[in-house]
């Protein structure tokens, strides 16, 4: 496998005692199975039993994975291990149903709710049924195991991100020790709680894929719609570096995949643009904005009274994921096929909303074996950073490090 060009980012790395690391990771559908081979791979090369990361932060899919690492933080390499058991046998079934009776039902009553004018049918709650992802959920996740690792020293604070329906707010869910305090800032805040299963399933509330979940008196959905700073709730946690597993490979930000000629975007390809836009492009930005930070830090400190340098290394695929998804698309369901090609018109332009949807165990293995070989490239920059030492990198552009 050659080098990743685009894999890793780094800013501002600096000498001094062992750093307060924190884990990021990202909201993504079924994407995230490639974070999964990540942490297999860290699971294999780092030296501690014990879980490598005091702060752990997890928005939308990236939650869920975040939650087990948090509630097993006592032994995070069986935590790992169980992530892959579950991701590496996926269906679409776990996740929403898919049997033909459910789509036609579901079918039917947006048919008759539009007719009627909302009259005889009010309109759905969302487009698919994700109580099958309640059940696993309640399965394999422990949340008060979350409170356990807090409160036994095996995690200094753990959050999930949802959104508010009520207020436009990004909230920040957390558990964590007594010094940790609650937050507020310009349409994003953090509520201490006690972490449900409500939470990390308002979380992954993919809006109008899923329904909305109510928690107190507010309907909350998916994490990543109002996240402008997607980074902020691991600082405010008390990480000063921050480890982030995207999913999407840096330059694949387009509809098409591999398209010569300019050709009108299907509902399905602007559907799927829309989700690729909600779980990746804050991430970036939000990079972006803490390198500038760490510059002023850096070189006038004066003027960034109460900052702090936080240092990030990013990892991301080294395959755009939507040209793995082309090649698992006969796996999909046959009634989520059907959805995509009416949607989408065209095989190929349905690769970007099943890379987000494809739950099918062939699609998440290639992902876990790609996020895998991604970790094991980046591995001696990953070991440094983790470690607090100073990265050996080589330099391609401003903040990017090519993986050794």
């Known amino acids: ?134 059940e696993l959920l309640g399965t394999h996740v422990d949340c008060a195991g979350i409170r356990r690792s807090i409160s036994r020293g095996h995690l200094r604070a753990f959050a999930l991100c949802a959104t508010s329906y009520s207020t436009g707010h990004s909230v920040a869910f957390y558990d964590g020790i007594e010094g940790v305090r609650d937050w507020s800032r310009v349409q994003r805040v953090g509520r201490r709680t006690e972490l449900t299963l409500e939470h990390l399933m308002a979380s992954a509330a993919i809006p109008l894929l899923f329904p909305p979940m109510r928690i107190g008196e507010e309907y909350f959905g998916d994490g990543a719609m109002r996240q402008l700073h997607p980074l902020s709730p691991a600082i405010h946690l008390g990480a000063d570096r921050l480890l982030v597993v995207g999913v999407r490979a840096r330059r694949a930000a387009g509809v098409s995949v591999n398209r010569l000629q300019p050709i009108m975007p299907t509902p399905g390809e602007i559907f799927g643009y829309m989700l690729d836009t909600l779980f990746t492009d804050q991430i970036y930005a939000d990079l972006e904005q803490l390198e500038r930070i760490n510059e002023l830090v850096h070189s006038a400190p004066q003027a960034v009274h109460g900052e702090r340098a936080i240092e990030t290394l990013m990892l991301a695929p080294s395959v755009d994921p939507r040209e793995i998804a082309l090649r698992h698309l006969h796996e999909m369901p046959r009634g989520v096929r059907a959805l995509l090609r009416v949607i989408g018109g065209r095989e190929a332009s349905s690769a970007q909303l099943a890379s987000y949807l494809m739950f099918e165990a062939g699609y998440t293995r290639a992902l876990i074996e790609l996020g895998y070989q991604d970790a094991m490239q980046a591995r001696t920059a990953l070991v440094a950073f983790m470690s607090g030492e100073k990265l050996p990198q080589l330099m391609t552009s401003p903040g990017v490090a090519q993986a050794t």
Not at 29 to 44: D, F, I, K, P
Not at 47 to 61: C, D, E, L, M
């Open 1 to 134: 496998m050659q080098p990743p060009s685009d894999t890793l980012t780094d800013s501002a790395v600096r000498a001094g005692p062992r750093p307060t690391v924190g884990l990021v990771l990202t909201g993504g559908g079924a994407r995230s199975a490639y974070q999964v081979g990540v942490l297999l791979a860290l699971a294999e090369f780092l030296p501690r039993a014990r879980n490598p990361f005091q702060v752990i932060v997890g928005t939308s899919a990236g939650a869920v994975a975040a939650s087990v690492l948090a509630a097993e933080a006592h032994h995070w390499r069986r935590a790992v291990a169980g992530l892959e058991r579950v991701w590496a046998n996926f269906r679409s079934g776990q996740v929403f149903h898919v049997d033909t009776r459910h789509m036609l039902r579901a079918g039917a009553h947006w048919i008759l709710a539009l007719l009627s004018g909302g009259l005889v049918l009010a309109p759905p709650k969302s487009i698919l049924d994700n109580t099958p992802l309640r």
